[in-house]
């Protein structure tokens, strides 16, 4: 993949905390900000996904009426590394 270049403006005492951080870490200030940009991206395509899975599922339960309760749920896990292990609750109406 090739890298394209773009630019940021800063104010001067977010270039200065990026100096500090990239001096601490031994690293450049180009770098730091690749990371930072890198992670903020992750999370908010994280955060996207999540939003997108449970709208879908809100949809999938208004259709089906299918569903467990916390209460099972709390049971199930509950139950993980004990002696009496339960399977996970079946959904019901």
């Known amino acids: 993949m090739t ?7 800063l104010d001067p005492d ?3 905390r990026v100096q500090r951080v990239a001096e601490s870490m031994r690293r450049t200030p180009h770098w730091v900000m690749k990371e ?3 992670k903020y991206i992750t999370d908010a395509e994280r955060r996207e996904a999540w939003e997108r899975d449970s ?4 949809k999938e339960l208004d259709e089906t009426g299918l569903h467990v309760t916390g209460e099972e749920v709390m049971v199930w896990l509950e139950s993980w590394g004990t002696d009496d292990e339960k399977p996970a609750p079946e959904c019901h109406l």
Do not use: F, N, Q, W
């Open 3 to 9: 890298a394209v270049s773009t630019s940021i403006k």
């Open 14 to 16: 977010m270039k200065d």
């Open 36 to 38: 930072a940009v890198e």
């Open 55 to 58: 709208l879908e599922a809100l």
